[in-house]
């Protein structure tokens, strides 16, 4: 029921986003989602990738996401549960690692270590994140948005040191494209590491 629900409420909010991340993703490649949810990304791109493995520390959601495998019949799709913050999620080495919307919920400092494994680990990563609002407007419907979460003392730390680019400043070697949403508070960071040399 959890997934169900979630397909007609977040996802459908987020599908022109996902859009815009499967663009990104090169044909025949390898992708590790984590925060997936119910897997709606991994199986937009199921006909596009080599393979993709979905984590997620709910098993409701991983439940749905391997049953959705079942009835589409999907031979390229894994999907764990379990806490992404654990080292295990991040083993070997994946051509993209994705992250939507999850490292506002993290405590800081784990949230840095989790970005920096997932950098290491693969030739590309995604981000998709809070970005700083421009206007009162925006400031205010984020703030609601996320005033009654669980995770509302991790989202202040987080915005207070500076949203989802103050995760990034402090890693180095690194070069990122910020690419705009429909949505002008959520952002796509495309994330390489710096060859040696380089500018």
Known sequence: MQGLIKAHTVDKYLHPVRLQILELIEPNTTVVELGCGNGDLLF??????????GIDKSEQLIKYASNQIKKKQIKNLEFRAFDILQNACLNSKTDYTIACLVFHILPRKEAIVLLKKMIATSKTTIICGFSKPENLKQKTFLWFDQRFTS?????????????????????????????????????IYKITQRQPNSK
């Open 151 to 187: 995770h509302y003392s991790h989202f202040c730390n987080f915005m207070e040191n500076g949203f989802t680019e103050g995760l990034l400043h402090p890693i180095e070697n690194i070069k990122y494209q910020k690419i705009d949403t429909f949505d002008p508070v959520i952002k």
């Open 44 to 53: 937009k791109l199921s006909n596009k990738i080599k393979a993709g493995i």
